[in-house]
């Protein structure tokens, strides 16, 4: 295809509004999972506040039912001991008052274990009491964070509208047939679809260039690409004596 000095310095400009672009799409992107990230946290937090919480409920409830263990031995031991005097035989009089001393015995030992429950419920009101406060910090850090993000977001899309109009009006310079080459390149993943060539080699893939082909990039011509990786080849030292 025929091919002017222009239009390859046309190809070039758009490529270096491309490249601007693309940073700033790059900035934008980062943006989503940097807050996605920051939820997480956050979640994170809430996470073990919650298991914090759940964990004194659950103490409360086993100290609750010890404490219905021990009145029903308590009651117990109150009942045999009204049963006491009712008795006839000495042995069953003797029966009696070790079974209420067994009950006795048996509230005293879960009133240990409510004593260890609510040692263990103390210690989870401390730990839910710091659990809930990091959370509280967490959520005022990533709302600050949170907003500073989307504020860098939508600066970075603003001027990602600058530089489109910017890419447009370059774009608008290159003929129909350098960028359907240029956009095909680029469609494959290399956004550096114009390279120089250097000291004889590919810009871009380092490969080295025949001299055949070095000349066919100097007489501007045609577009020339590399063998190797398939990139638009330019010289330079060419463009700007052209642009000069
Ligand atoms: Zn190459």
Do not use: W
Request: charged share 35%; net charge neutral.
């Amino acid at each position: 295809m025929a091919l002017t000095k222009e239009a390859l310095q046309a190809l070039v400009a758009l490529q270096s509004k491309d490249k601007h672009l693309d940073s700033i799409q790059k900035e934008i992107d980062a943006v989503p999972p940097r807050i996605a990230a920051l939820k997480a946290d956050l979640e994170g937090e809430k996470r073990h506040m919650d298991a914090a919480k759940a964990k004194i409920v659950e103490l409360e409830k086993k100290k609750k039912s010890k404490e219905l263990d021990v009145a029903a031995k308590e009651e117990a031991a109150r009942k045999h001991a009204a049963q006491l005097n009712d008795l006839k035989s000495n042995d069953a009089y003797k029966a009696m008052q070790a079974e209420i001393e067994a009950e006795k015995a048996a509230a005293g030992a879960i009133e240990t274990e409510i004593l260890q429950f609510m040692e263990e419920i103390d210690k989870a009101r401390a730990e839910e009491k710091a659990a809930t406060a990091e959370f509280k910090k967490t959520e005022e850090f990533s709302k600050k964070d949170l907003e500073r993000l989307e504020a860098e977001q939508s600066h970075a899309k603003g001027r990602f509208e600058t530089a489109k109009v910017e890419r447009d009006a370059a774009a608008a310079a290159v003929g129909a047939a350098e960028m359907k080459v240029y956009n095909h390149i680029r469609g494959r993943g290399k956004p550096d679809a114009v390279v120089p060539v250097v000291a004889g080699h590919c810009g871009s893939c380092q490969i080295n260039l025949t001299p055949g082909l070095i000349l066919e990039v100097a007489k501007l011509k045609s577009l020339v690409t590399c063998e190797s990786c398939q990139r638009i080849l330019y010289k330079p030292e060419l463009l700007a004596a052209a642009a000069a």
